[in-house]
């Protein structure tokens, strides 16, 4: 047996050894990343009225999370039908991604028996599968040009998926639209044969879109130039309320002659944001093609997470595939672009009524999640101090984050900082 004296001094060199790993850390390099501001400030602040319009979910018009009917209906029947919990292929489960093909490019669309598609991990996911795909396979240049601004993560996914990032002009700050005329000087300005990335509706963060003779202008240089799009189209439905409407781009280069890739999300549209459901596809020549690419997307899926959860995509399918739940669905769709529409109108009407002189027309004039204010980073920090309003610097706020309950409360805010 051992003495209690070995004992101890056993302990304190295992003590003074941990202290020797301790200084010597592995990860003493790493360095710290940046704070999610918005949340921290939104959770230290106590003010019971306080407004968090830096979310990107829905949110009803009681600002509580929103699952929709459809969605518990589809969910009910996949437990009630006891499937075993196998893994799906690398690719997915086969009767979601047919159904999302069909969802996006249309019941009668020429790209459907040629079109390469996997189930991801999100409209996220999907991206980044595409990134790679690209860095891999895309016979150009590895550059992609994404609008200025875009959603924060386009830049991060390309690059970390070994493309080199670029810009394109998108929108004018004087007029708060789009701004055609840079766009259209950027993609002709661009190398011959260049990637193009395009929000395919509900443009995050601006909330400004094309409008489909814009679109037809924008295809047009897309074609001279020889340049590739690339299609996110990750608010389907839900910035008119119209699914095949919010297809428009998508569906129009595809019939231009478009070999486009896109990528799908289901997190917005079907409110599945934790489930992580969505799709990316390529549209092929024809069925060789296509199967090369799809072995190739099969390579890049299977090192990564060699196939996707299957529970949210079941929900999708079942929803989908069946009549009635699809057109349950679809209303369900309509509603929450229509309440979003309703509190951009119901915040445009609070400030006039205030009496602002502003021009705040881009607010009803923009659509889906967002709205791009016009408000410079010094307001909306005066917004957070002064008036317990949250949001991202650059002046963009959810209007998913709208309630008719707060909607006077926000305007009085905004005008009292902008006038
Ligand atoms: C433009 C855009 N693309 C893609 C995504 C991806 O979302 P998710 O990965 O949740 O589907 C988002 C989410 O906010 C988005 O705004």
């Known amino acids: 047996m051992l003495s209690s004296l070995r ?3 056993r302990r304190a060199a295992t003590a003074r050894n941990l202290v020797a790993v301790r200084a010597s850390s592995t990860w003493r390099n790493v360095a710290q990343g940046p704070p999610v501001r ?3 400030a939104f959770k230290a ?8 319009l830096g979310v990107g979910a829905y949110r009803d018009d009681q600002g509580k999370p929103y699952v929709l009917p459809s969605v518990r209906k589809a969910e009910d029947k996949v437990i009630a039908s006891r499937m075993n919990k196998e893994y799906a292929g690398i690719t997915g489960v086969p009767e979601f991604t047919k159904a999302a093909a069909v969802l996006a490019y249309g019941k009668d669309s020429s790209a459907l028996d040629r079109l390469a598609i996997t189930q991801s991990i999100s409209g996220t996911g999907a991206l980044r599968i595409g990134g790679a795909f690209l860095a891999r396979w895309f016979p150009g240049a590895k550059t992609i040009y994404v609008p200025q601004p875009s959603w924060a993560n386009h830049a991060a996914v390309f690059k970390d998926s070994g493309l080199t990032v670029n810009k394109y002009n998108y929108y004018s700050k004087d007029t708060l639209g789009l701004n055609l005329e840079m766009m259209l000087g950027d993609i002709n300005a661009a ?7 395009f929000h395919a509706c509900a443009h995050n963060p601006t909330g400004v879109d094309p409008t489909e003779e814009q679109w037809k202008k924008i295809e047009a240089a897309v074609k001279a130039k020889g340049h590739y799009a690339f299609f996110d189209m990750a608010y389907q439905g839900f910035a008119s309320g119209d699914v095949d409407k919010d297809a428009f781009a998508v ?4 019939s231009q002659g478009h070999d486009i890739c896109l990528a799908q999300s289901f997190a917005k549209n079907m409110g599945l944001y934790g ?5 990316f596809s390529v549209v092929c020549a024809n069925q060789s093609e296509k199967a090369r690419v799809d072995s190739q997307i099969k390579i890049l899926v299977r090192p990564m997470y060699s196939n996707p959860p299957i529970h949210g995509a079941r929900i999708a399918a079942e929803i989908l595939n069946t009549p009635e739940l699809y057109e349950q669905w679809l209303g369900e769709v309509k509603e929450m672009a229509d309440r979003i529409i309703t509190m951009r109108a119901l915040l445009k009407e609070n400030l006039e009524k205030l009496g602002s002189q502003h021009d705040w027309s881009h607010i009803t004039n923009q659509i889906g999640m967002f709205a791009y204010t016009g408000l410079t980073p010094e307001q909306m920090d005066q917004l957070a101090k002064e008036h317990s309003v949250y949001a991202t610097k650059d002046g963009r706020i959810s209007v998913a984050g709208i309630t008719s309950e707060n909607v006077g409360r926000l305007a009085e805010a905004i005008f009292k900082v902008k006038g």
Do not use: M
Request: neutral net charge.
């Open 275 to 279: 489930e992580r459901v969505g799709a």
């Open 251 to 254: 569906r129009y280069f595809v």
């Open 38 to 40: 918005i949340t921290e």
């Open 191 to 197: 190398y011959p044969g260049s990637i193009f990335l």
């Open 45 to 52: 602040d106590s003010f019971d009225k306080k407004i968090n």
């Open 7 to 9: 004992i101890a001094s």
